[in-house]
């Protein structure tokens, strides 16, 4: 299964193409079908993997006690090399899934993530084995019955019941978006840079942070929620730019709700003396390796600076529901801004630059962006588009499920979520059973 595009269905759609197999699935009280890709290449990752010993002094750990932390940001030249590389392979790597120009079926495909994974495997004995580990994590972190997106980067929701049951999400039934592979990081050699427009630069450890003669701990309820929650339906109309990761096929359950303990991104600041007067974005860096368009970096978002100072909706947290933060999540430590897209709320945190301008980082300038009504596909371009930051109004129907169909007695019960970023609350909610003529 390991060349396949998997999709949950009820029953066989018609029209669908490819080698077929109904498998049941008890978990999910449906069947799957296994859509073979004929473009894919079953032994491409280890045929391309690229085991060039001068390749691990190139791309070497940053830091002991940092597993699969490669810096890219301050390595020019390594970004070059890591170029080259990816270039030379670029004819090689798995096509783009056939998927996403063709008309979707009914349901969620849960993509491989094939092309990532080579990326990874050209780049050399250091980042080679890190989609085998980062599956490990999800499998050891996640309970066995989460709704795969993709395979890696992992992308994962909570079955639709898990996310109803509660207020808060399980950790190990938080929705999971990551960008990347996922860094292990021994707590005790923590340490997080914070410069840019400072008044005076720090690094703190762990142990700093946590210091309550320094810090006083903060708890806060938060919901996330990626904006690109119930992606499924867009892609149905729009297949996007056909990348496995930026596409990611979401269906309602990429949000959730978790306690988080930590402190004031706000007081962390006033400890480094405070920002200078022209600075206006505050950006944040993680240890995850990230690709676009053939080049690398590490993962970069930034929130404005009025974000920061408003009291307690930037925190630095360590702990998630009672627990210290899985590795998963972000450990040892993560920013969390709260009402914003969960991409602003960096994971495996290693610095924060304050600036006078957003951060050039390709997921805050090429991602997550708004467009007017004027902006179409023959003239989009990525300078005509508005950050997105405070999620806008979100809602969906849990139950019953998308074309279920219900015996009834003139009444049906609905279960579902809503949710407004900003710290807003929902006012209501409407719903109706016929398409909209009737609320």
């Known amino acids: ?40 290449d079953e032994n491409a990752e280890q045929r391309l993997t690229n085991n060039d010993p001068q390749l691990a002094e190139i791309f070497p750990e940053e830091l002991v006690g940092w597993h699969g932390y490669v810096e890219w940001e301050n390595y020019p030249e390594r970004r070059k090399k890591a170029r080259e590389i990816l270039t030379a392979y670029k004819d090689q790597f798995t096509p783009i899934p056939e998927y996403q120009f063709k008309p979707l079926p009914e349901t969620n495909p849960i993509l491989i993530g094939h092309r990532w994974k080579e990326y990874f495997a050209v780049l050399g004995p250091t980042l080679k084995d890190t989609p085998a580990e980062s599956w490990a994590i999800v499998k050891t972190e996640k309970a066995a019955d989460m709704i795969h997106v993709l395979d890696f980067p992992y992308n994962g929701e909570p079955p639709r019941n898990k996310l109803m049951q509660s207020k808060t999400t399980p950790n190990e039934y938080h929705f999971v978006r990551n960008h990347g592979g996922i860094p292990i990081i021994d707590k005790t050699a923590y340490r997080l840079s914070i410069g840019g427009l400072v008044n005076q630069p720090q690094t703190l450890t762990l142990a700093d942070l946590q210091d309550v003669n320094k810090f006083q701990p903060v708890e806060l309820t938060v919901t996330l929620q990626c904006s690109g929650t119930r992606r499924i339906e867009q892609i149905h109309e729009y297949p996007g730019e056909g990348d496995e990761l930026i596409n990611a096929p979401w269906g309602e359950g990429a949000i959730s709700t978790a306690r988080y303990r930590g402190v004031s991104l706000k007081k962390v600041l006033k400890y480094c003396g405070g920002m200078k007067d022209e600075a206006s974005h505050v950006e944040f860096i993680g240890t995850d390796t990230y690709f676009k368009k053939l080049n690398v970096y590490n993962y970069a978002v930034s929130v404005p600076r009025r974000k920061v100072e408003a009291v307690n909706e930037v925190l630095l947290v360590w702990e998630m529901n009672g627990k210290p933060l899985p590795a998963i999540h972000g450990a040892p430590i993560r920013a969390l801004v709260t009402g914003f897209i969960g991409a602003r709320s960096c994971k495996w945190l290693v610095r924060i630059n304050v600036l006078n301008e957003p951060s050039r980082g390709p997921v805050q300038r090429q991602e997550y962006l708004y467009y007017g009504p004027q902006v179409g596909k023959q003239n989009v371009l990525f300078s005509n588009g508005f950050s997105i930051q405070e999620m806008p109004v979100a809602s969906a129907i849990m139950t019953p499920k998308d074309k279920e169909v219900i015996v009834h007695q003139g009444k049906i019960r609905v279960t579902g979520w809503a949710y407004s970023g900003g710290g807003r609350w929902i006012e209501r909610v409407d719903v109706s059973p016929d398409g909209g003529h009737i609320w």
């Open 1 to 40: 299964m390991r060349n396949t595009t998997i999709f949950f269905i009820k029953q066989r759609i018609k029209g669908c193409t490819g080698e077929k197999e109904t498998i049941p699935l008890t978990n999910f009280q449906m069947s799957i079908i296994i859509m073979k890709n004929e473009n894919t």
